[in-house]
């Protein structure tokens, strides 16, 4: 099992891309590391505009920065 990169709390950019042209993304919160048994490290995110959270790999993920002014 690989360690996960994202620690809990962290925000990410989530981008999916399951279908040719189709694209899901947007900014997540890590909720919390799931089992990935051989595969990917994978993560429960949320976002808040959401009332669910979904699953996602790491490959899926990116950093993201907020930026205040």
Sequence with gaps: MSAHLYPCGQH?????KRFLGSAWSGEFVIIRHLPS???????????IGEA?????????LATSFTIFR
């Design 12 to 16: 990410v950019t989530f981008s999916d």
């Design 52 to 60: 669910y959270s979904r699953v996602a790999y790491e490959n899926q």
């Design 37 to 47: 048994g051989d595969e990917a490290p994978r993560y429960e995110i949320k976002s």
